[in-house]
């Protein structure tokens, strides 16, 4: 049986971006990211890259709904990725539930840098 990757350091970190995220703290995020990250756009389809890019996919979201994601579990990923079993709950600006979900967000991390994510139905 190959050895477990150890993800501690990757598990720290996502943990960190999940609560930046879940308080709208942009600017706490976007240095733990390549500066030319890949991210799924999950409101349009395809993808949105760069910091500069995500921030802009997400404030254009939050003017349109307020999602919540909260980590359940992050696990190593037989390849090197991470990923995290995610409780997803999109509310409208009024506060009504729109989605309430459990996904998967796969993550890419290099050399302590998010450079890709990907999102699993």
Known sequence: ???T???TQERDLLSFIYAAFNRRDIDAILPKMHPEVEWPNGMEGGWVHGREGIRAYWTRQWGIVDPHV????IEAAGDGRAIVNVHQVVKDLRGAVLM???VQHVYTISDGLITRME???
Do not use: G, L, T, Y
């Open 119 to 121: 999102i699993r139905e």
């Open 70 to 73: 909260e980590p359940v579990s």
């Open 5 to 7: 990757h150890d993800i």
């Open 1 to 3: 049986m190959p050895a």
């Open 100 to 102: 309430d979900r459990m």
